[in-house]
Every structure is written in C-alpha cells, then in structure tokens.
C-alpha cells in the first residue's frame, strides 16, 4: 500500500466519484490520480473500494480482472500482478455476490497498490 492510500485512508487506492457511494469522502487528489479520495477511516476506505469493483462489475459489466484493469490503473502491468497477488486468473468470471472471490480480489488489489 502507498504512502498516500495509508495517509488518506484509501487502500484501493480509488477516486471520487463511485457510482453507488453514500459513504463519505472527499477529493485530495494525488500527482498523477486527480480524484484520488480520502476518506474518514481505513474501513470505509475499503467499503468504497469494495464499492468501485461492485460498480465496475455490475454496471460497466467488467466481468474479469483484465476488463477492469484499464479502467482501475494506468499500469499496464496491473492486471497481472492483481492476478498474482490475489490468486484469481486475469480471465477468471468475477462475482460481486462471492465474497471469497471479492475478498481475494480487494487483496490482490491492496498489494498491488
């Protein structure tokens, strides 16, 4: 985790705004990340990420971690390495409602990030 997600409370890493969010924040910004969000406490910062790939799964239909890494991260290395880090193949089907899935995802997220 960076410097900056542990200062600011945002493990994931995430931006303002997340389609869905009710629970709080605020844009800090970030060199590089311009919506990067701050957020009250480390829990809610992980209930907005959990949020974010929610979002990105149900409504943007990024069904894979392949699909979602363009749109989380400008790394093109990413994708790979959440894979890595959360055991979960690039192509793998992603289900919101599996929380073991979501749990190994936001993992593999949080040490990527």
């Not at 699909?67 to 994708?79: E, K, L, Q, V």
């Not at 793998?92 to 997220?109: F, H, T, V, W, Y």
């Amino acid at each position: 985790m960076t410097i900056a997600a542990i200062r600011h409370n945002n493990p994931g890493d995430v931006s303002l705004p997340i389609k869905g969010w009710h629970g709080g924040g605020r844009i800090v910004g970030v060199k590089g990340q311009p919506g990067f969000a701050e957020f009250p406490t480390m829990e809610i910062g992980f209930e907005a990420m959990k949020q974010r790939l929610r979002s990105y799964i149900l409504d943007h239909h990024y069904f894979n971690i392949a699909s979602i890494a363009p749109h989380y991260a400008a790394d093109p290395t990413w994708g790979g390495k959440v894979a890595k880090w959360s055991g979960i193949g690039q192509l793998d089907r992603l289900d919101p409602a599996n929380g073991s899935q979501m749990a190994k995802l936001a993992e593999g997220i949080i040490k990527q990030e």
